[in-house]
């Protein structure tokens, strides 16, 4: 095993310190989607309980105060990069606004330089086809879905490397059985394996055996603004942590038993704040906020052969100080890419004393919303003042007391934003596909946009369908740039009613077409809802049917890809879900 050279930064003056080990460290991130800070037992709640994730603390450090993004693929942006999701070109959770720009550094890219094996297992959210996808951005591996939500828990249609395949169970069960089979692939050698879960985001699907549980319990712990609580998707979602919780302690246990714990650094932290009213320490807003309640979550960072057990970090932290603190910690030099917003923490990490980091300002934002936080106070989008020592739920604004206090975070808050602004742009990216780096390229309903009567089966694009198409005059379209031209196989994902069948179907791009007939019906029923808990608000899902229509040439540059009907003998043509194109010359 190489020894860690660590990285040293001005900061580091303190070059004397002691380095975190005398070999290279493996790394393993959970990364939890739509957890609250109150959905831990650690954290005071006493309706659910999470001794796993808990034990991260008890054996190493507590971050008091860490900061993420209120939804869901900028915090996974600047998890991945160490840079303001803006500067990446992250706008949407969806429909190309979630894609990372190419010119940002991956922490995959980094340790895959160094020598490790890098592995990615669940919801990526940060691109689908290349060379946006997990395999383009550093990942060796990856196994789960590059959407930014999913329509079915339970043996899902997932994929493995651009490769269509089963879910084997439930989704977070599986992703951490694949995740245990990688570690243990690859623990002659270190690895930086993360684990993006995609869970309690909704649908609220969870074994019988964690709802049996919660189904009727009595909960004793409520959010402040008790009257907006959901009961049923409350007790989903605490079900869905116990869940999350099991799924960490099978990770630390294969590390138990391969001899690994000693030496990997495991990290915990969750994308943003609770995707419901539900307990959370009585801080103000949920997901989607740019409030404490909306953008605090837990960070806990488990290394016994580099941090001492019990810490309990003070300095703040966020999700852009991730990238660089796990850099410095195992020696591993960074990818390309733009100057770093966050800073290493490594040093209060090491229990040393760093006035830069006990004084510095994080800065939080989505959609115009915009809010930076100090040590002490809180400067929210409506440009009030709360002191969160002696007010941590942001009930009292003192801008009145502390004038000179007000106006300079009104100040630094108003260039944080103009800066932001210019950095996102306006969008003008197309969507690349045959990209010459993948053999296999998804183009999915989501990317679409229908003409005529065509409708999507839910107004949240991600894992939607096109449905209601009735007329040869509508068309499902993608505006694409054809990355590398060659000849392409060409196949749908269908359903077609009995009755329907015998539609001829096109899929042109340029001067190229191919043509097939649907000459089967397939008319599954919709899927989900049997296993939610809570009546969801995204699209229900079906068995989709591949059908191979043929080779497609394909010239370089940009157009648009048409998918049409050119003769429809039924009252529909079909409903469709994913175009796959793979390479064939």
């Not at 290394?303 to 003070?314: K, N, Q, T």
């Amino acid at each position: 095993m190489q020894r860690i050279v660590l990285l040293l930064t001005a900061l580091a003056a303190v070059a004397a310190a002691p380095a975190f080990s005398e070999s290279q460290p493996n790394v393993v991130v959970f990364l939890t989607d739509d957890q609250g800070w109150g959905d831990l037992s650690l954290h005071g709640n006493t309706d659910l309980s999470t001794p796993h994730i808990d034990s991260l603390a008890r054996d190493g450090a507590q971050f008091e105060r860490f900061y993420v993004c209120p939804v869901c693929s900028p915090t996974r942006a600047e998890f991945l990069t160490g840079r303001y999701y803006q500067r990446g070109g992250v706008y949407s959770t969806s429909a190309g606004g979630e894609r990372l720009d190419l010119d940002e550094g991956t922490i995959a890219e980094a340790f895959r330089a160094a020598g490790y094996a890098t592995g990615a297992f669940g919801k990526w959210h940060n691109g689908t086809q290349y060379p946006y996808h997990p395999n383009a951005r550093g990942f060796e591996e990856f196994y789960g879905f590059c959407s930014g939500h999913w329509g079915h828990y339970f043996s899902p249609m997932l994929e493995r490397n651009g490769e269509i395949v089963t879910g084997e169970g439930y989704v977070v069960d599986d992703f951490t059985t694949k995740a245990i089979d990688f570690i243990g692939e690859n623990r002659e050698r270190p690895f930086f394996a993360y684990l993006p879960y995609n869970t309690p985001h909704s649908p609220m699907q969870v074994p019988d055996e964690y709802w049996d549980e919660f189904r009727e319990k009595e909960i004793t712990m409520h959010n402040r603004e008790v009257k907006r609580e959901l009961d049923l998707h409350k007790r989903a979602a605490l079900a869905m942590c116990e869940n999350i919780d099991d799924n960490v302690g099978r990770v630390l246990a294969a590390l138990d038993e391969w001899g690994l714990s000693d030496n990997t650094i495991v990290l915990f932290f969750h994308d943003n704040g609770p995707n419901g009213y539900r307990w959370n320490g009585g801080m103000k807003g949920r997901k989607g906020s740019t409030d404490e309640g909306g953008i605090r979550s837990p960070l806990l960072v488990r290394w016994p052969a580099g941090i001492e057990a019990g810490i309990r970090v003070e300095v703040l932290g966020s999700a852009i100080d991730l990238l660089p603190t796990l850099l410095e910690m195992t020696g591993v030099e960074r990818a390309d890419g733009g100057p770093l917003d966050g800073v290493s923490l490594a040093s209060a990490l090491r229990g040393e004393a760093n006035p830069e980091l006990h004084e510095r300002h994080v800065f939080s934002s989505w959609k115009n919303k915009f809010t930076v936080r100090t040590p002490r106070f809180r400067l929210d989008n409506e440009g009030r003042l709360f002191d969160l020592t002696t007010d941590p739920g942001q009930r009292t604004n003192v801008d009145k007391q502390f004038p000179e206090v007000h106006a300079r975070l009104q100040k630094e808050l108003a260039a944080y934003r103009e800066e932001m602004i210019a950095e996102l742009g306006t969008d003008e990216r197309p969507f690349v596909i045959a990209h010459p780096d993948s053999e296999i390229t998804w183009i999915p309903a989501r990317d679409g946009i229908a003409s005529g009567g065509i409708t999507r089966s839910n107004k949240f694009p991600n894992d939607s369908f096109f449905e209601n198409w009735t007329s040869i005059e509508d068309t499902i379209t993608w505006e694409a740039d054809v990355a590398s031209g060659g000849t392409y196989e060409a196949e749908i994902y269908y359903t077609c009613p009995k009755g329907s069948e015998g539609s001829v179907i096109e899929l042109r791009f340029g001067n190229s077409a191919v043509q097939t007939t649907i000459a089967e019906p397939h008319d599954p029923p919709l899927q989900g809802g049997a296993e939610d808990r809570f009546e969801r608000v995204e699209s229900y899902v079906k068995e989709f049917r591949p059908l191979k229509m043929g080779t497609i040439e394909l010239e370089e540059g940009a157009g648009t890809l048409t998918l049409r009907a050119l003769s429809k003998p039924g009252p529909e043509v079909m409903d469709f879900r994913l175009l796959v194109l793979r390479r064939v010359r």
